[in-house]
T-cell receptor, first 115, second 112 residues
């Protein structure tokens, strides 16, 4: 089954403790992206990747890192999490992002609580 | 930078009624996408509009892209309880094909 898999689905942690949210897709998609969703703000793009070893900032990249060493994986890293990063996070992928954006397939989301 | 605004933020609809949600961009969009997110779920792609003035229908849903490609609308006729959820529009700012900006969404509640 074609899907985008995020782990963990839920995480409660403390300020300053490094964490990684994994994202994996099995559709051989070139493009992957991370979003955070907060009430009243919709989805805001954190980082995106057009292909392996190619990443770029979205609208809210501060406090986050990403890497794209393999096509299928796009982990989101919070080196020193803070309470304002408490949010619902979504990973998404699409076949390519060239010639205009293409429909994105979303994972089920990761709810992070930073105390 | 570009901003994608959506109105209304919240829509309470009686079952069987029609409603429309609007999406407005401060800049011209090359295309616009619409997504639906059910409560507790993830966004699911509905449709993409590319041409100026384009109109597309999916059963009771009608999507429209403005002539100036700066606004879009989603009209739902004869609302059903299955239409409950939040509807988002999204568009790429400028010529940056990798970036995608979402509107704040319209949360739809349907009363039987």
């Amino acid at each position: 089954e074609a899907q985008v898999t995020q782990n963990p689905r839920y995480l409660i942690t403390v300020t300053g403790k490094k964490l990684t949210v994994t994202c994996s897709q099995n559709m051989n998609h070139e493009y992957m992206s991370w979003y955070r969703q907060d009430p009243g703000l919709g989805l805001r793009q954190i980082y995106y990747s057009m292909n392996v070893e190619v990443t770029d900032k979205g609208d809210v990249p501060e406090g986050y890192k990403v890497s794209r060493k393999e096509k299928r994986n796009f982990p989101l890293i919070l080196e020193s999490p803070s309470p304002n990063q408490t949010s619902l996070y979504f990973c998404a992928s699409s076949p390519t992002a060239g010639s205009g954006n293409q429909p994105q397939h979303f994972g089920d989301g990761t709810r992070l609580s930073i105390l | 930078g570009q901003q994608v605004m959506q109105i209304p933020q919240y829509q309470h609809v009686q079952e069987g009624e029609d409603f429309t949600t609007y999406c407005n961009s401060s800049t011209t969009l090359s295309n616009i996408q619409w997504y639906k997110q059910r409560p507790g779920g993830h966004p699911v792609f509905l449709i993409q509009l590319v041409k100026s003035g384009e109109v597309k229908k999916q059963k009771r849903l009608t999507f429209q892209f403005g002539e100036a490609k700066k606004n879009s609308s989603l009209h739902i006729t004869a609302t059903q309880t299955t239409d409950v959820g939040t509807y988002f529009c999204a568009g790429p700012p400028g010529v940056s094909w990798g970036k995608l900006q979402f509107g704040s969404g319209t949360q739809v509640v349907v009363t039987p």
